[in-house]
T-cell receptor, first 116, second 116 residues
């Protein structure tokens, strides 16, 4: 079964608008971390934001915020005031607290295109 | 602080050859993980090294191997290259906290391998 699901293969958004990228996850582990990465066409994966399963508040980092709904197993990334430089692939990922299996599991990604 | 570096950035090999990729982690990071990214399979975990020991391993054949040195630098080796090994190989470093749920991985720019 897919552990991380990103249902939007591609999105087009007007510059300066806010955008929400969807991510749902599946785990039975009570302790886990959720991560969002940005991958421009150059290929490098850039870490954006982290949310721990026990965090009471939604994470924020500058223009990025994470809408964490634990009961729904959802961790959507919100980018406010989008910019042309935000055009990239975005990946949601999860690490479970699983000794001996600390790998990062990725979703299939969403390609975001910002239109001027 | 310098980020994760990977060398070489681009590589072209022929079937049957072998290749070695190198990764230098962020200073102070003791864990190095390797991922393969292809259009068809997405991002797949290869293995993780921590303090010169392989701590986790993904589902790849034995042709894929790695090692880590005392300065935390890591190398990945692929022997008897196949056409399907053409991919972007990403290395990520982290502090290496056990469990993983709070351990953020930071990625390098990747090595793009083409097998002809």
């Amino acid at each position: 079964a897919q552990k991380i699901t990103q249902t939007q293969p591609g999105m087009f958004v007007q510059e300066k608008e806010a955008v929400t990228l969807d991510c749902t996850y599946d785990t039975s582990d009570p302790s886990y971390g959720l991560f969002w990465y940005k991958q421009p066409s150059s290929g490098e994966m850039i870490f954006l934001i982290y949310q721990g399963s026990y965090d009471q508040q939604n994470a924020t980092e500058g223009r990025y915020s994470l809408n964490f709904q634990k009961a729904r197993k959802s961790a959507n990334l919100v980018i406010s005031a989008s910019q042309l430089g935000d055009s990239a692939m975005y990946f949601c990922a999860m690490r479970e607290d699983n000794f001996g299996n600390e790998k990062l599991t990725f979703g299939t990604g969403t390609r975001l295109t910002i239109i001027p | 602080k310098a980020g994760v570096t990977q060398t070489p950035r681009y590589l072209i090999k022929t079937r049957g050859q072998q290749v070695t990729l190198s990764c230098s982690p962020i200073s102070g990071h003791r864990s190095v993980s390797w991922y393969q990214q292809t259009p068809g399979q997405g991002l797949q975990f290869l293995f993780e090294y921590f303090s010169e020991t392989q701590r986790n391993k993904g589902n790849f054949p034995g042709r894929f191997s790695g090692r880590q040195f005392s300065n935390s630098r890591s190398e990945m080796n692929v022997s008897t290259l196949e056409l399907g090994d053409s991919a972007l190989y990403l290395c990520a470093s982290s502090l290496g906290a056990r469990g993983g749920s709070t351990d953020t991985q930071y990625f390098g720019p990747g090595t793009r391998l083409t097998v002809l």
